[in-house]
C-alpha cells in the first residue's frame, strides 16, 4: 500500500516505511496487539487494510478447521509397522471371529508360535477387538492397522512384502452373495500379483467356498472351511 501510496501510513517520525517496518506492522496487527505506533492514515490505506483483514480472517478460520478436521483424523493405528514374518488379517473382523481365529492360530497345539498378528480396519478398533490384546496367550503379538486392504500405502505400512501369510476373515453365520464373493476375489488376485510369495486363506462356510470358487477357479488360495 505505502508503494502505491506513499504517506498513507504514520511510522512515528519516520518517513520511509522499509520491508522490516511492514512486517512489523503485519505482526502488530495480525497478533490483534495494536501499538498503534505505525498505522494508516488515508481512506484508501484503511480500506484497503480493512480488506486484507477480511481475508486474514477468513483464510485463518478455514484453515484451522482443515486442521483441527486433520488432528480428529488422526489415529495411533494409522502408522508404519516394521514387522517380519507376521500374519495379516482382515475382512470380517468382529471381536468373536477375530477371538476364534487367534485362539486357533496360537493353540498350544500348534507349538510356540512368535509370529505377531496385525489386523486391518477401516476404522479404528473398538474396545473389544483392544481387549483381546489382553488376553494371555497373545503376549504382545496383536496390532492394529487402521486403513484400506486395497490401498498401496495401506500395504507398504503393514509391510506386506515381508509378511508370511494372509487370512480373510468372512461371516460364519451368513452365506456370501455374489458381490462379496467378487471382492474377495478380487482382494486375493490382488494380494497373489504383488505379493506372490504370500500365501492367502480365505476361512468361510462351506456354502461360501462354492460361491467364491465359482467367482475365480484359478485362485491360488486356500480356503479354510468353519463350522456353522
Known sequence: IWEM??????????DDFDFLSAFYYMMVTASTVGYGDIHPVRTSSRMTCVVLLIIVILVVGDQLGELEGALQDSSKYDQKYR???????????????????????????????????LVILEKDPSAALIGIQNLPFLDDKLYFLKGNISSDQTLMKANMKKADAVFIITDQYSTMDSNEANSISFLCNQIENKFPQLRVFVQMNGYSKLNLMDSNPDSKTHFMLIDM
Open 5 to 14: 501510496d506513499p504517506g498513507s501510513f504514520a511510522n512515528g517520525d519516520r
Open 83 to 117: 514387522f517380519s514374518n507376521h500374519i495379516i488379517i482382515t475382512g470380517n473382523c468382529r471381536d468373536f471371529t477375530l477371538n476364534r481365529v487367534l485362539k486357533e492360530f496360537y493353540h498350544e497345539d500348534h507349538g510356540s508360535i512368535e509370529n505377531k498378528c
